[in-house]
């Protein structure tokens, strides 16, 4: 078993910055893949980036390349999503997930471990 809890939500304006983190404990952290998701009003939970088990690849779904960054600290076995330049349309509850594979896959079920989300809200 895997337990992750993210941390770092809130209110920002448009323009600002939030940096998530999500700590990981249970079984041994580089062993993973790492993913974030984001879940808005209405709409189904879509990948938004992740970071391979060694963190030497990271990858980002379109709306957000360029402005978010994933990164991860195994000696402190967290994830981060740092998210820059915010827009009212990155508004959602976000997630990190665990999944054994070596990269992160895109998909939900290939993940088997999920925290318990953040809301993210960003105001125009």
């Avoid at 993973?32 to 808005?40: I, T």
């Avoid at 740092?82 to 999944?99: F, H, R, W």
Wanted: proline share 3%; aromatic share 12%.
């Amino acid at each position: 078993q895997v337990q992750l809890v993210e941390s770092g939500g809130g209110l920002v304006q448009a323009g600002g910055s939030l940096r998530l983190s999500c700590a990981a404990s249970g079984r041994t952290f580089s062993n993973y893949a790492m993913g974030w998701f984001r879940q808005a009003p209405g709409k189904e939970r879509e990948f938004v980036g992740g970071i391979s088990r060694n963190g030497g690849y990271t990858y980002y779904k379109d709306p957000v390349k360029g402005r978010f960054t994933i990164s991860r600290d195994s000696a402190n076995n967290t994830v981060y999503l740092q998210m820059n330049s915010l827009k009212p349309e990155d508004t959602g509850v976000y997630y990190c997930a665990a999944s054994s594979s070596t990269v992160a896959p895109m998909f939900r079920s290939a993940y088997a471990y999920w925290g318990q989300g953040t809301q993210v809200t960003v105001s125009s």
